[in-house]
């Protein structure tokens, strides 16, 4: 017989509450879980909250844990009951049993993280009307440091120091700000070498978008690696992103890869 406890304090810097252990009649944890509550307007404007959670291996103590996890997601959720939220997990793409113990359960699998192919638009890169566009100085630690802090306040949570300066060291590297009025609202990063370059990230600050500026921007950063030989440009799109897909028909992406699937439920 197996049941369910919290930890005695925080986890890996998570509320207890937060954390479920599967401890089975011997006493020996044997499974766990726990949710990550992600408020994410820029990345997500149709369904801001998110709450990924994370369970070990699917087996037979997974749909008690399963549901104790939505269990906990909902009560998360209903801090802010006016605002569309998920609760989701990631799954490789090749990972049948786990694909199969979701959909059993009535998640819906259909988001993904998807490799692109971008397509340099035809005619001349435009800066818009009122704006400039220059390379951000990142020579100095407070810089580098500054402009993570910039990506995270844009919900762009997956470069750290050490993946920013890594793509530093690439030959293609590029970080290309979008400044109006003397202050910086968007910026561009890519890096890579030989003939191909990733788009790592890109953001326009709220109060900006809709207005073409992103799609600017990465085409000006496109002209410019072009001129270094780069002839072919990826970058990595969530399907449940609104802006993201919007920025991959503007550049006739083609889809090269599904990389995650993402099993959700909305609450």
Known sequence: MQHLQHPMGPYQGMPPENVFFVIDEL???SGMGYVIYQYQPHT???CPINIYFHLDEVGEQSYQLLGALVARARQ????????KARVYTNVAPDDEKELAFYEHNGLDIQDSERVMLLHVPAGESRVPMGCTMDQVPLNTLDEQMALIGRLQQNDIMHIGLADLQRMMRTPHFHCLGLYRQGALIGEVLVSGTGEECEMHAVYIMPGFRRQGFARALVHRVMV???????QRFVARFLSRSSPQSGLARAFQAEELAVVTLFPKLQI
Not at 76 to 83: A, E, G, H, L
Not at 224 to 230: A, L, M, R
Request: hydrophobic share 30%; charged share 35%; proline share 5%.
């Open 224 to 230: 410019i690696k072009g001129t270094e030989g780069v």
């Open 76 to 83: 998360m959720r209903d801090q802010n009951v006016d605002v």
């Open 44 to 46: 997500d404007p149709d």
């Open 27 to 29: 006493g020996i944890q």
